[in-house]
């Protein structure tokens, strides 16, 4: 639009600029935004330079900016020249109320001056705009274009004859003199108040105000002009032309196989077999990769899948290894009458991990294909249709993760093949969960709950849903989560246990709930989490605790034992990655091995653990002593599974109940698995006052917000109960051996760990 303007007026540089101290030879009077910058960063920069400078001397810093004593902060407030805009858009901006960006990340200036030549769109929208900031528009149509003469329909401020006489009026509705010498800069500059880059001043700290900025320092001298260069060399112009050459050749090439691949594409029969997959309403049925046999062989069949390999032969041949939910099968595909060659080449460069819907015909592998779950089928085939593309690059490669992790977080394996670490696999879980043992492990953890929920629901107990925002830690400990509740503090629940307790209270008998347990334990070990899964319980009994004690050892070994009949194929497979799947011991008898506290004190002394009398009664027992223990019991009584009863007063949660014949012990239990905690539990003090008691021992309040309704349960009279709260993570990871509790938890969250 400014060509011929800046064709008449425009010149090079007085001379060049000093690179050691520029203000010597240039400043700047005005800055102009023309339109969108190639580099807004770079531009914006040089903006931002300007207005704090000095006199809108490049390279200097205003001693004003910042100064709270003076207007706007210092801001503009020493001579750095206005900024104006100009927006090429007018449309846009006319038909949105709220303020838009204009060069980019600019915002439109106050004053534009629209140049056009069309009264029905230019002219239009710039009479049309109502900024919300007082942005005046002033329209000028131009005789050079559309517009041949007459009244317009929508009349503009002025009509001029071209683009040189509206920029002209333009500067001087803005009062800025023409340059009559390219010697010397001597105009004046005018303009409404400015307001900064964006709404939000977030670009530059300043506002502009009305002003008169005269720009006569340092007056430029044009320097003489450059010699003619010289003509070119002769090896000069025999390289240039052996560039033409080569560009033209490779031009040539380009369209040659620019037609060929036309060609190709016009020539493909096939077309219709395969790409994106169409719309369609049409019923197909849709079989797992797992339900194709023998049966089913020359048969058509349609499976949807991932591709966990793609590769071509040949022109006229190429494989697929589908994968489902970690199962995989073989899909071949080859060149014919009725599949084309571009059809062969398009299944082969299939991105990895993609989705896809195949029809193919189930065939009799000629060679049993060692690397996929169906060995001795494989798919011939006829469509292959894109569900869903995946990333060309993937942060990771699932068949890599099929390979185990190590024992510990830390631990690194050498080996020749690509190793994904523990923290790869959980920053890439979704990747992660769709490797065949991963899968498998999730089948497990739905069995637990199911089997647990099927055992209770069984015994006549209800489910029930307890709040996970509370006002009071549940257990009166340390580790909880406070949050922000309104305009008061609540807290994430420890555990359902005063919930339960409560339910109790109102005549509910038994009762059970799976849901979360959150726990602020900064505890960075293999088997912690600040959130989990539990199972938690609540029974009353009738003459003894035990009673609760039976059913829940019942419990764990109907779960334990069903999980071995029942999920016998997942166990399997994960065995293949995590070899101690499948050698968990329960006990022959079909009941828990059941062992006092001090019995197994004894057992851990009788191995040489030198257990002290501050351990026996104040501490519990630490992980390396229940890990030494847990052998011991396999060695001695050949099970996994066993439980201690009658734990130390001291270690339990105030609402334990005493033991009666020796307070210094509690009618608790505690289940392991492989040695190693899996569920905490005891008989419950029933009575108001002593509970009362209880929690004064420990430092609690009972008229505390949150307490009080618990209290007043017991003041209503409960019966006598029991319950416990087991760790569905816990369960999976120490009956399959997985060597940590992260790979048995969907999305897992640990005191470093908060994502995905």
């Not at 509705?173 to 108040?193: A, D, E, G, H, Y």
């Not at 009664?617 to 847990?630: H, V």
Request: hydrophobic share 40%.
């Amino acid at each position: 639009m400014y060509s011929d303007y800046y064709g008449q007026f425009a010149s090079q540089l007085p001379r060049q600029i000093d690179a050691e101290d520029p203000s010597k030879s240039l400043n700047i009077d005005a800055i102009l935004v023309f339109n969108d910058p190639r580099d807004w960063a770079l531009d914006i920069q040089i903006i931002i330079d300007i207005l704090l400078s000095s006199q809108g001397i490049i390279g200097t810093y205003s001693s004003k900016n910042n100064n709270p004593d003076l207007p706007n902060r210092g801001y503009q407030q020493d001579g750095q020249p206005p900024l104006y805009f100009s927006n090429p858009d007018l449309l846009w901006a006319a038909q949105y109320h709220q303020p838009r960006l204009g060069q980019g990340a600019f915002k439109a200036s106050l004053e534009v001056y629209m140049i056009g030549d069309n009264p029905e769109s230019d002219i239009q929208g710039a009479n049309s705009y109502k900024s919300p900031v007082g942005t005046k528009w002033s329209s000028i149509l131009l005789k050079s274009g559309v517009y041949s003469g007459g009244t317009p329909t929508w009349p503009p401020k002025v009509i001029v004859e071209g683009v040189k006489q509206a920029v002209e009026w333009s500067l001087a509705q803005s009062r800025w003199p023409l340059c009559k010498t390219p010697f010397k800069v001597n105009f004046v500059i005018t303009k409404q108040n400015f307001r900064s880059l964006t709404p939000a001043n977030s670009y530059a700290p300043c506002s502009f105000k009305r002003r008169r900025v005269t720009c006569r320092r340092n007056p430029l001298v044009l320097s003489p002009p450059l010699e003619t260069p010289p003509p070119p060399s002769k090896s000069a112009l025999k390289k240039a032309a052996k560039e033409r050459e080569k560009a033209e050749k490779a031009a040539k090439r380009a369209a040659q196989e620019q037609a060929a691949a036309q060609a190709s594409q016009a020539a493909d029969f096939s077309k219709h077999l395969y790409g994106p997959i169409p719309d369609s309403a049409d019923k197909v049925q849709v079989l797992n990769l797992l339900d194709l046999s023998e049966e089913l062989c020359e048969k058509d069949v349609t499976v949807v899948a991932r591709v966990d390999n793609a590769r071509v032969q040949s022109a006229k041949l190429a494989f697929l290894m589908l994968r489902q939910q970690g199962k995989k099968m073989q899909a071949v595909v080859s060149a014919s009458d009725e599949i084309s060659r571009p059809m062969v080449k398009w299944i082969g460069g299939i991105n990895v991990n993609s989705i896809v819907k195949v029809t193919a015909v189930v065939k009799k592998a000629e060679i049993p294909v060692t690397s996929a779950t169906v060995k001795h089928l494989e798919l011939h085939i006829r469509k292959v249709y894109l569900v869903a593309q995946a990333s060309h690059m993937l942060p990771m490669q699932v068949k890599d993760a099929e390979r185990p992790p190590p024992e510990s977080v830390t631990e690194e394996v050498e080996s020749e093949a690509p190793y994904v670490t523990l923290k790869t696999r959980l920053d890439n879980r979704v990747l992660d969960l769709q490797t065949e043992a991963s899968q498998a492990i999730t089948w497990i953890s739905s069995g637990v709950a199911q089997l647990f929920m099927e055992y209770m629901l069984k015994s006549g107990s209800r489910w029930i849903s307890t709040p996970k925002l509370t006002a009071n830690a549940s257990e009166g400990g340390a580790g909880v989560f406070e949050v922000t509740y309104f305009k008061r503090k609540a807290y994430l629940a420890q555990s359902p246990q005063l919930y339960k307790q409560m339910c109790i209270a109102g005549d509910m008998e038994s009762v059970f709930e799976i849901g979360p347990v959150f726990r602020a334990e900064e505890s960075n070990t293999h088997r912690h989490l600040t959130e989990f899964v539990g199972l938690d319980f609540e029974k009353t009994f009738q003459s003894h605790y035990h009673e609760v004690l039976e059913f829940a050892e019942d419990l764990l070994v109907f779960v334990l034992s069903e999980l071995k009949i029942r999920f016998k194929k997942e166990i399997e497979v994960i065995q293949r990655s995590y070899p101690k799947a499948g050698d968990f011991r329960l006990p022959k008898d079909g009941k828990a091995l059941r062992l006092k506290y001090m019995e197994g004190v004894a057992l851990l002394k009788e191995a040489g653990v030198d257990v002290t009398e501050q351990e026996r009664f104040e501490n519990d027992l630490s992980t390396a002593m229940e890990k030494q223990l847990g052998r011991i019991i396999r060695e001695k009584y050949d099970t996994d599974f066993y439980v201690l009863d009658k734990f130390p007063m001291a270690v339990r949660p105030f609402y334990t109940k005493p033991c009666p014949d020796d307070p210094t012990f509690s009618n608790s239990y505690d289940f392991f698995m492989r040695g190693e905690e899996i569920m905490s539990g005891a008989q419950r003090i029933n009575e108001a006052k002593e509970l009362e008691a209880a929690m004064s021992a420990k430092g609690l309040d009972p008229n505390a917000e949150g307490f009080e309704d618990y209290i007043g349960a017991f003041r209503q009279g409960c019966p006598p109960h029991a319950g416990g709260g087991l760790g569905l993570n816990r369960i999976v990871m120490f009956f399959l051996g997985l060597p940590n509790i992260r790979l048995a938890t969907l999305f897992p969250r640990d005191p470093q760990r908060l994502r995905p």
